[in-house]
């Protein structure tokens, strides 16, 4: 009412040019309004009374949110990986892949004999903020730290979709995302070898999107520096990889799921240090510069009966890639007695190959395993130094088989058996003997 | 693919007005919000009542239904620990991280039992916040339900009248249905019962039940025939009236056990499909009832 009053003054003092008739007009208005805000000031008032009248059908329990102990929820997620193995391997001074220019050596590149702690990780994850959550993965080396994977990912952005930059391991294929210790065999693939030593990481930045759709549907597209072997690290401003990646998957029944996927990466290398035997079976140095292209497919089939995968459970997983090499190769030899002389020509070769494992849990706490590698030289042109170094048809193959057993979801010991064919002056049988742990927090695994 | 995508996004905002999409980790969550949010919800178990709720695969179908979802309902306090987070990460769905109001976890509004005392993990899969089996005790339901429905109701408000009023109805027929399960539990009490793991601890609590033995040696940690040897000699001389295993755990073990001691074996339906019988939570209760009945002298 004061108020009223006072608004009015108010209006009157602020246009005094106002006609008295107008004045008047506002006023009604203004009364107008304060009846109707007092009538429903109290029906609301009534409607309290009167459900204050009624007695509480349900007293609402007290929400024990914080009874939980929520013990270092601002802390990272922390886990640390343990794992070591034992080795038989034959005396073998230069480890290869026959026909295929070698990929730069990933941390653990299984060439060590006897006893070695391989694959120390240190895994730290956590929500930065409501907007980001990061992780980074560092292996623990002898006198160095490398790390695997530091990146940041949005979490609020909506619409299925994601953006994570830093460095990560691309979503390319099936295996490429996971570490060794969530490996199935004690080695990587022949495929993931010759394709990128251990797995395809970048520094860069990454687009998903998930569809709204019952079958699951990502598509993915990364840009980064390259730097990793197919690539090299390039002095330049501009993305040195680029990579496209869709998978989709389903279950059929509550038994069986599925999850099928492909890729295609391009990278760019700029003298691309690699080792080959010459014709003379002397260490040539080779640098190659130009593009990279593969194709990556994958298919993974698990199944479980009734979809407990606790008492058993069985998966069958094969990836299959076309790689493509365009640009120049300099050989030179170090030694006088070597063919190459330092040319550099046009290098061409496409290559493919393929790897199909099947792991069974055909009881808790064990499972056994086999994996085929094979992998197809295809076709490489040297140009002029096919005369300096030597084209093979061999086709690199190997077979494991391996069995583990589990005492807990943290601990895993293994036991492997290959025989490798890498290389056509090689037949042999490796046996390996591996422990994988984790301590801390509860590592969840994708599919 | 072009046309696909253009699909896609003519459909998005449609599917934005169609009823509340829940994705619940567990069979009893999907009953609890069937019975709250009744044809007003669209509800997904990404469970059946056969399969571990601790070990699950973070399938690529759970993904895309997550990825859909407007509220997850799952138990908490780790039992999904193994699964939930990819699930989380992988879908893209900001609405129901943990933290926002389409998270909801059932262990937050119960009161937990079995909470460790030290954590080790030398005792086994321990949950740190309790045990996360907690829908086991039908009062718990109740007080789960009642925060349920508000998060529903809070989610969908256009709708909130109707959840409350299914939430209700719901409500008052579950406080009888109590009533009536705890009279007939009357000659359960101290019962001696051995189970496989600790999934019924509210259950046993609830009904007054003794729980003599739990079959393995360390939650989550499969028994040994060594060690159900040595507690078939242990309880020998005051055998359990029955043995307990949810319908997701391995026979084996309950039955040696069972067997060796002269006790029937209970496969307790544990949560929604559990068996034939239990198809909804009124049955679920009364089915469990029955059989325990059954075993009391």
Redesign the interface.
């Known amino acids: 009412m004061f108020r009223t009053t006072l608004l009015a003054a108010a209006l009157t003092a602020a246009f005094p040019a106002f006609a008295q008739s107008d004045l008047d007009a506002l006023r009604a208005e203004l009364k107008e309004m304060k009846t109707a805000y007092e009538a429903r000031i109290a029906a609301l008032e009534a409607r309290v009374q009167q459900a204050e009248a009624k007695p509480a059908?349900?007293p609402?329990?007290a929400?024990?949110?914080d009874?939980?102990?929520?013990?270092g929820r601002f802390n990272p997620d922390i886990s640390l990986i343990l794992q070591g193995r034992y080795a038989h391997l034959d005396d073998i001074d230069e480890r290869r892949i026959e026909g295929f220019l070698p990929a730069g050596h990933g941390h653990g590149d299984g060439a060590s004999r006897g006893f070695s702690v391989d694959g120390t990780e240190l895994i730290l994850s956590a929500?930065i903020d409501?907007y980001f959550?990061g992780q980074a993965i560092l292996a623990l080396l002898d006198e160095e730290v490398a790390i695997e994977e530091a990146w940041v990912q949005t979490?609020?952005?909506?619409?299925?979709?994601?953006v994570k930059a830093g460095r990560f391991r691309s979503g390319l294929g099936y295996q490429n995302e996971k570490h060794p210790h969530a490996w199935d065999f004690a080695d990587s693939s022949l495929m993931y070898r010759a394709l990128f030593g251990e797995g395809y990481g970048h520094d860069g930045v990454q687009l998903?999107?998930?569809?709204?759709?019952?079958?699951?549907?990502?598509f993915g597209a990364e840009a980064g520096r390259g730097a990793g072997f197919p690539g090299t690290d390039r002095n330049t401003n501009g993305a040195g990889a680029y990579t496209l990646f869709g998978?989709?998957?389903?279950?059929v029944g509550?038994s069986h799921?599925?999850?099928a996927g492909l890729a295609w990466l391009s990278a760019k290398a700029d003298e691309r240090e690699g080792e080959l035997e010459d014709l003379n079976d002397e260490h040539a140095e080779t640098l190659f510069s130009g593009t990279s292209k593969a194709w990556v497919a994958d298919f993974v089939w698990?199944w479980?009966p009734?979809?407990?995968?606790?008492?058993r459970n069985f998966s069958f997983a094969a990836e299959y890639f076309r790689r493509a090499e365009r640009g120049s190769l300099l050989c030179k030899d170090n030694t006088p007695a070597g063919a190459c002389n330092g040319t550099a020509d046009t290098y061409r070769s496409s290559q493919s190959g393929y790897y199909a494992q099947a792991v069974y849990q055909f009881m808790?706490?064990w499972r056994s395993g086999y994996r085929y590698d094979r992998l197809n030289p295809g076709s490489v042109d040297f140009g002029a130094n096919n005369a300096f170094l030597p084209i093979t048809n061999h086709q690199p193959t190997r077979h494991s088989l391996m069995l583990d057993y589990s005492?807990?979801?943290?601990s895993r010991l293994r036991l492997q058996y290959s025989k490798d064919q890498s290389m056509a002056s090689q037949n042999e049988n490796q046996w390996f003997v591996q422990y994988i742990h984790s301590l801390g927090s509860?590592g969840?695994?994708?599919? | 693919m072009k046309r696909l995508l253009v699909c896609?996004t003519l459909w998005?905002p449609l599917?934005a007005h169609a009823a509340l999409n829940v994705f619940a980790c567990e069979p009893e969550w999907a009953a609890l919000a069937t019975e709250i949010g009744g044809a007003d919800v669209r509800v997904y178990a990404a469970?059946?009542a056969?399969?571990?709720p601790?070990?699950?695969?973070?399938?690529?179908?759970l993904?895309?239904?997550m990825?859909?979802a407007d509220l997850v309902v799952c138990s908490g306090?780790?039992l999904e620990?193994?699964?939930?987070?990819?699930l989380l990460?992988?879908?893209?769905?900001?609405?129901v991280?943990?933290?926002r109001p389409g998270y909801f976890e059932a262990?937050?509004?119960?009161?937990?039992r079995d909470?460790p005392a030290s954590?080790d993990?030398s005792q086994?899969?321990v949950h740190?916040?309790?045990n996360p089996h907690l829908h086991a005790d039908p009062r718990n339901l109740?007080?789960v339900g009642?925060?349920l429905a508000a998060r529903m109701s809070e989610l969908d408000p256009a709708r909130a009248a109707a959840h409350q009023a299914r939430w209700?109805a719901f409500?008052a027929r579950w406080?009888a249905a109590i009533a009536g399960w705890e009279a007939r539990a009357a000659p359960l009490r101290n019962m001696p019962v051995a189970v496989q793991h600790t999934s019924f601890s509210y259950l046993i609590a609830w009904l007054g039940l003794r729980e003599v033995a739990i079959l393995e040696p360390r939650p989550?940690?499969?028994p040994s025939v060594a060690h159900l040897g040595r507690l078939a000699a242990q309880l020998q001389a005051d055998p359990p009236r029955a043995v307990l295993r949810a319908a997701?755990q391995?026979p084996r073990p309950a039955d040696w056990l069972a067997q060796r001691l002269g006790v029937p074996a209970l496969t307790l339906p544990y949560t929604v499909g559990g068996n034939a019988r239990a198809g909804d939570l009124f049955a679920l209760f009364d089915d469990t009832l029955d059989q325990l009945l059954k075993a009391a002298p």
């Open positions: 059908a349900q609402a329990p929400p024990q949110a009874s939980a102990p929520v013990a929500s409501p959550r979490t609020r952005l909506g619409h299925g979709v994601s998903k999107w998930v569809a709204p759709t019952d079958l699951f549907m990502e998978h989709v998957g389903g279950d509550t799921s599925w999850r698990k479980a009734d979809g407990n995968a606790r008492e808790p706490r005492p807990s979801e943290f509860h969840a695994h994708k599919f | 896609l998005a599917a469970t059946t056969q399969q571990d601790h070990r699950i695969e973070a399938r690529p179908s993904i895309a239904q990825r859909r306090a780790d620990a193994g699964w939930l987070p990819v990460r992988e879908s893209n769905n900001p609405a991280q943990p933290g262990s937050r509004f119960a009161p937990l909470k954590l993990r086994g899969d740190a916040a309790g109740a007080r009642a925060a209700q409500s406080t989550g940690i499969d997701y391995s």
